[in-house]
Each structure stands twice: as structure tokens, then as C-alpha cells.
């Protein structure tokens, strides 16, 4: 083989497994990110807590889940709660109704890793019912609905089922993740979330979230 022929074969070697390395990623996709979008720092999240207007609780007269459409379709077959299991999740795979059927979840919450699906919630970060008696009463079910399906913001995030049945619609002044280390990050997405949707808070939730944020 002359050497011409020699470093063009070479070349086509190369680019050839340049070509099956795009294929590999392409087929592979982005990693999982594995938590929610992150909130602003603490010392914003102290600035917006500031901002949020402190009053007592409205009634849970006329609450019902159902007046927070979830979990709505995201994409193609996947809905919001699918979404969040693929995000949150390591190497999950999915068939073709978009159910995992495989993956592990780590649940920041108590440090706990979960290999079925079915052993994780998605917890709202501030419940439906909280935000209910703080503003969202006068939300259309449209506007309901988008803080149901927020992907956008440190709203959603998948944890063990149980530890989320145990939080229940209760604030951070009333139950903070067992997992000490994450109480920080957890008062900074709920002030997120809250300043976000322009939601009330009251006082003992503010003074709980305040002497969390100040040891950040």
C-alpha cells in the first residue's frame, strides 16, 4: 500500500470512530441532572423573604387537588411526574408509555437511594394546600396548574414516598427534611417558590425560614 493510501486510511479510520462516538452520544443523550433547577443563593433567598408579605393562613374552604390539574403531558407520552422521575434520576430507562422501568433515586431528603420507581414521590416543595391558603384561592385552574407542573423552578423534586407522606402539607416552621444537611437548600427552594408566585407566608413559617437561612 502506497503511503498516500496509508494516511488516508488512517483518516477514514479516525473519522469513522469520530462518527460512531456522535452516534454513542446522540443515542445516550445528556445525563441525568439529578435534582431540581437550584434556587437563588441564601443571601437572596434572605432578600426575597424580606419581600413576601407575612399574614395568617386563609381557609381551606374550597381546596380540592383536583383545582391543581397534575399531573399534566410534558412531552411526546411523558408527563410532568415522569419528567421529574427521568431529571432526578440515574440511568433511567423508560418504555414506550414513558414509565420507568428501571433507574436508581437518590431522595434528598433522607439520604435514601431507591431502585423502583414506585418507591418515590414527586414532592411539591410548597404544597398544594399551603399555596392554596396563601394566594392561590384566587388563581384560575390554569394558573393552579402551572405551579402544579413547574418544572422551571425548585418546585418539584423526587424523594422517598413515606418521607413525603410525612411532610403532608405541613410548612418549614411545622417539618423540615430528616436530612439536616439539606434544610438550607430546602428553605432557599421554598422562598424561591413563594417569590415566585407572589404567595404569602406567615409568621412562624418566616421565623423558621430565617433562622434556617442565617446559618446557611
Not at 443523550?29 to 399574614?55: D, F, I, N
Not at 440515574?90 to 414513558?98: G, H, R
Not at 418546585?155 to 418521607?163: E, F, K, M, R, Y
Amino acid at each position: 500500500m502506497s503511503t498516500r493510501r496509508r494516511v488516508y486510511a488512517r483518516r477514514a479510520s479516525v473519522f469513522g470512530g469520530f462518527v460512531a462516538l456522535l452516534g454513542t452520544l446522540a443515542l445516550s443523550g445528556p445525563a441525568a441532572q439529578a435534582s431540581p433547577p437550584a434556587p437563588p443563593s441564601a443571601a437572596t433567598a434572605r432578600t426575597q423573604l424580606a419581600s413576601l408579605t407575612v399574614k395568617t393562613e386563609g381557609s381551606m374552604d374550597g381546596y380540592s387537588r383536583d383545582k391543581f390539574p397534575h399531573w399534566i403531558t410534558q412531552s411526546g407520552a411523558c408527563n410532568t411526574r415522569e419528567e421529574v422521575l427521568k431529571r432526578d434520576g440515574e440511568n433511567v430507562q423508560t418504555d414506550s408509555s414513558c414509565a420507568a422501568t428501571s433507574g436508581t433515586w437518590y431522595s434528598e431528603y433522607d439520604g435514601e437511594t431507591w431502585s423502583a420507581s414506585g418507591d418515590v414521590d414527586i414532592d411539591h416543595v410548597v404544597p398544594l394546600a399551603e399555596a392554596w391558603t396563601s394566594g392561590a384561592s384566587g388563581w384560575t385552574n390554569a394558573q393552579r396548574q402551572d405551579f402544579a407542573n413547574d418544572l422551571t423552578h425548585s418546585q418539584l423534586i423526587a424523594v422517598t414516598d413515606n418521607v413525603n407522606q410525612s411532610k403532608s402539607d405541613r410548612d418549614p416552621a411545622e417539618w423540615l427534611p430528616p436530612r439536616s444537611a439539606y434544610h438550607c437548600m430546602y428553605a432557599r427552594m421554598w422562598v424561591s417558590v413563594k417569590y415566585t408566585y407572589k404567595l404569602s407566608l406567615d409568621s412562624a413559617e418566616k421565623s423558621a425560614l430565617s433562622d434556617i437561612l442565617n446559618g446557611c
